[in-house]
């Protein structure tokens, strides 16, 4: 291992490998970080016969991949996860871990920061290395009302969680060179006092709505679930995907998978399509990547039609269907035409 004790570890959180890609992102970034602490990238794997993601996070910028491999630690745990990463943490001393704010990431993340006794930066947008050679971790704080611009002096690991979407994977280079440490699984491990039932996937989208060139978000103003159904019918007419507010998936419209904003996803769509929102902080903080933006309000004066490239003051279902009629007739002409 590296002896200056400057590496900086990624979490490796492989569940749903293509789909997720918030790893290769953090490897990404810690790339960028890593020449202001002359540190190595390390990704960090916890699991059972993970070869093929060792490889992959090397073809992605890891320089090195520590393994701890055993057949308890097939099913993601985060108990013994925590055990593990803290047992390492201690006898490497990595300067920075970066954790994805996956599902599992939000609930891991903190364990281990409490058991190094050290900080944690949550849902992180921004990381940079200060000149004193500390992890500047940038997130929304006070309800997204400002950007906190935090450091941890005194303590390490630096940690933070980053939400999936906010950095660039490097692509996929098979040139890449890594080494592979393989490392012993803790000999007590206490007994698992959770016990997995089952394991069910959630049904896949067509594409990832970080990475959709068209996003179709609705709002409050859509007035009912049944009229938000219909944006879903313009985001397939569209090839693009649907995105929403809290208080929508607050009223079950739609899952959690779907929120866009601070507590969500942060998007960065060739166009934006945005239907009665308001354009509160929590919500637009996640929406600075989208290249253009068209929003239908009946209020001229929200947030969200001022940050528009096109305003539309009208009433959002009412747009939304005549989108829908109008680009059925355009399929409908095209395929009259090549007939
Ligand atoms: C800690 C914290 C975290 C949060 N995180 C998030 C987050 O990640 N994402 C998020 O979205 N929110 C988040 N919120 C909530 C956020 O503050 C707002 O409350 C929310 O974004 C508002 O959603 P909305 O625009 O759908 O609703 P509203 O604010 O109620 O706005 C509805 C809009 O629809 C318009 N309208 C009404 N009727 C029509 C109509 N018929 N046609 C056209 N327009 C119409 C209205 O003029 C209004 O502008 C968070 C809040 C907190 C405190």
């Not at 073809?59 to 991949?65: I, L």
């Not at 394991?199 to 990475?211: A, F, G, N, S």
């Not at 995105?243 to 998978?257: F, L």
């Not at 509160?280 to 253009?292: C, G, P, V, W």
């Amino acid at each position: 291992m590296n002896q200056r004790n400057s590496a900086i570890w990624v979490f490796a959180d492989y569940r749903n490998y293509f789909q997720n890609r918030v790893t290769l992102q953090l490897l990404a970034k810690a790339n960028e970080l890593a020449p202001g602490l002359d540190a190595e990238v390390c990704a960090v794997v916890f699991g059972c016969e993970t070869d093929e993601y060792v490889a992959e996070y090397i073809a992605h910028g890891a320089h090195k991949v520590l393994v701890v491999e055993h057949p308890n630690l097939k099913e993601y745990s985060v108990e013994k996860y925590t055990i593990i990463m803290e047992k390492f943490a201690r006898a490497y001393e990595p300067e920075i871990i970066l954790i994805g704010a996956t599902s599992f990431g939000k609930e891991f993340a903190p364990r281990v920061a409490k058991r190094l006794d050290t900080g944690l930066t949550a849902d992180c947008i921004g990381l940079e290395i200060t000149a004193d050679g500390n992890l500047l971790q940038i997130a929304p704080s006070f309800g997204g009302n400002l950007m906190a611009e935090i450091i941890t002096p005194d303590h390490r690991p630096q940690m933070a969680t980053v939400r999936p979407g906010t950095f660039q994977e490097f692509p996929h280079n098979d040139d890449m060179r890594g080494e592979v440490v393989r490392l012993k699984i803790p000999e007590k491990m206490p007994p698992d006092r959770l016990r997995l039932v089952a394991y069910e996937r959630q049904p896949v989208r067509d594409q990832r709505l970080e990475e959709a060139k068209i996003v179709v978000c609705g709002g409050r103003g859509m007035g009912s679930k049944t009229k938000f159904k219909k944006l879903f019918e313009l985001a397939g007419l569209l090839s693009g995907e649907v995105g929403a507010t809290r208080p929508i998936v607050y009223a079950g419209w739609v899952d959690d998978e779907t929120l866009i904003g601070q507590a969500g996803k942060h998007i960065k769509p060739r166009i934006l399509f945005s239907f009665g929102i308001s354009g509160a902080i929590q919500h637009t903080a996640a929406l600075t990547d989208a290249d253009f933006i068209i929003a239908v309000n009946k209020n001229p004066n929200a947030t969200m039609m001022k940050m528009a490239d096109v305003a539309v003051i009208a009433d959002a279902n009412q747009v939304c269907s005549a989108l829908i009629k109008t680009l059925k007739e355009r399929i409908q002409s095209k395929a009259d035409y090549s007939n």
